[in-house]
């Protein structure tokens, strides 16, 4: 996707961050000085210490199988997506790996969420469950129904284009296929947040299109499992949701569910963009998002390509 641009860099404008940061209601994040990045680890680590064996049964595999994916970097996005709050750090973190497991099984869970090297999406043939595991969630990866634009809003959050149009791309009526699609989801955010204090500090930009989308890619069980992960697995934090140009059944298919799925604070967020594509360009341009950081399908200047995307992130082994 965009090929010819890297990664989002990982400094946050600070200027244009403070400027806009409250645009979404987002909590503040606090300094994050050597001494208080101490004090916070160990918060976390006290508050894991009080879960019961079951809730943390996948974050014990994790520190016996994985250490090395474990470590302060790791537990640091969990802090900063609760705003360094250690109770809920803990409780999101335990969830993540539970359901890591339950997406990538006991064997590729515990490999880096990557494509190249040795990642758990790497085809290495160690057997038959893992194959058709990788296979499978590189089928929802081409189906690109959520892209990074590898761009990111003036105030820092990095800028994530879902066009639901795409889904018609799988069969629904699959669950090995949907298991895929819900696992792209999950290797797109690790993309987005690994190595990007900004991202994970300020959040995320979601632009969805459904414009294109007919009644029929509707996926009730996809759309649980995804907002279950985004709301209390992943370690992201969701500062906008924009709608862009829905067609006429979103209002009253599309959103109730959403409103269903999604807790208060995401529903907040919820932007909804309708008129000409001029009109549209300008609403957003309103929240930061300017035509260099959009996506070609929405009139802006970033053109996705998702094959050169992630053939990029393969030889780069990520």
């Not at 969420?113 to 893992?130: C, E």
């Not at 907002?227 to 006429?248: A, D, K, N």
Request: overall charge neutral.
């Amino acid at each position: 996707i965009n090929s010819n641009t890297n990664t989002m860099s990982s400094s946050v404008p600070d200027a244009a961050a403070a400027a806009l940061l409250n645009i979404y209601g987002q909590k503040t994040q606090p300094e994050e000085t050597p001494d208080f990045l101490s004090k916070s680890q160990a918060a976390l680590t006290e508050e894991l210490g009080k879960l019961s064996e079951d809730q943390k049964a996948g974050w014990s595999k994790a520190c016996e199988k994985c250490p090395d994916l474990i470590g302060d970097e790791h537990r640091l996005m969990f802090l900063r997506c609760e705003v360094f709050n250690a109770e809920l750090a803990a409780v999101r973190i335990c969830k993540y790996w539970n359901r890591r497991i339950e997406l990538f099984g006991d064997n590729c869970a515990f490999k880096p969420l990557h494509l190249g090297g040795d990642g758990a999406l790497s085809s290495n043939g160690s057997n038959a469950k893992d194959e058709a595991m990788v296979k499978y969630t590189l089928k929802g990866l081409h189906v690109g129904f959520i892209r990074p634009t590898q761009t990111h809003d003036v105030g820092g959050r990095a800028v994530l284009f879902a066009d639901p149009s795409r889904l018609a791309g799988y069969n629904k009526n699959n669950n090995d296929e949907r298991l895929g699609v819900a696992r792209a989801l999950w290797y797109v955010m690790h993309n987005v947040l690994e190595g990007s204090d900004a991202a994970q500090r300020l959040g995320i930009v979601v632009i969805a299109y459904p414009h294109h989308a007919k009644v029929s890619v509707i996926d009730r069980k996809l759309m649980k499992m995804n907002m279950e992960s985004i709301s209390g697995c992943l370690p992201v934090r969701i500062g906008g949701f924009h709608v862009c140009h829905p067609p006429w059944f979103f209002t009253k298919i599309v959103y109730p569910l959403l409103k269903i799925l999604m807790n208060e604070r995401m529903r907040k967020r919820i932007r909804v963009h309708s008129g000409s594509e001029e009109k549209v360009l300008k609403d957003l341009a309103e929240f930061g998002l300017g035509r260099e950081v959009l996506p070609s399908d929405i009139g802006g200047d970033v053109i996705l390509d998702t094959d050169a995307w992630m053939h990029e992130m393969k030889s780069r082994g990520l």
